[in-house]
Every structure is written in C-alpha cells, then in structure tokens.
C-alpha cells in the first residue's frame, strides 16, 4: 500500500500555526473594533479572542484534514 502524499512535515506545521494565528488575530480585530465603536472594548476584543480561538482550530481541521 503506497501512500500517495508525504508524511506530515515543518512546512505543513508552520502552515497550520500561520493559518490559526491569523483566523485568530482577524477575529480579535474585528472583536476590538466593534467593542471600539460600541464602548465596550475589552470585552468584545475578548469575545473576538475565544470565538477567533475556536473557529480557527475549525478551519485549520477543515483545511489539513487529508493528512
């Protein structure tokens, strides 16, 4: 039985943390810029922080799920 794609390599991890780092860092900004416009900013930026957190794990799973 061959495998069809090569074994799980640095580049493949530096892909999946580049991606979670930005999904969250995106969510957190938006987080931030809504609790900016509407006066409550720690709070939304948190929101943004966890809700970024969790979908960027989703779409890191999506993204590398043929590995």
Same mark, same amino acid.
Request: glycine share 16%; net charge positive; proline share 4%.
């Given at each position: 039985?061959?495998?069809?794609?090569?074994?799980?390599?640095?580049?493949?991890?530096?892909?999946?943390?580049?991606?979670?780092?930005? /999904?969250?860092?995106?969510?957190?900004?938006?987080?931030?810029?809504?609790?900016?416009?509407?006066?409550?900013? /720690?709070?939304?930026?948190?929101?943004? =922080? =966890? /809700?970024?957190?969790?979908?960027?794990?989703? /779409?890191?799973?999506?993204?590398?799920?043929?590995?």
């Amino acid at each position: 039985m061959t495998n069809s794609r090569p074994p799980f390599s640095g580049r493949d991890a530096a892909g999946a943390g580049a991606l979670l780092l930005s /999904v969250n860092l995106l969510c957190t900004g938006v987080g931030a810029g809504l609790g900016a416009v509407l006066g409550a900013l /720690v709070p939304l930026l948190l929101a943004g =922080f =966890f /809700v970024g957190f969790f979908l960027g794990i989703y /779409v890191v799973a999506k993204r590398f799920s043929d590995l």
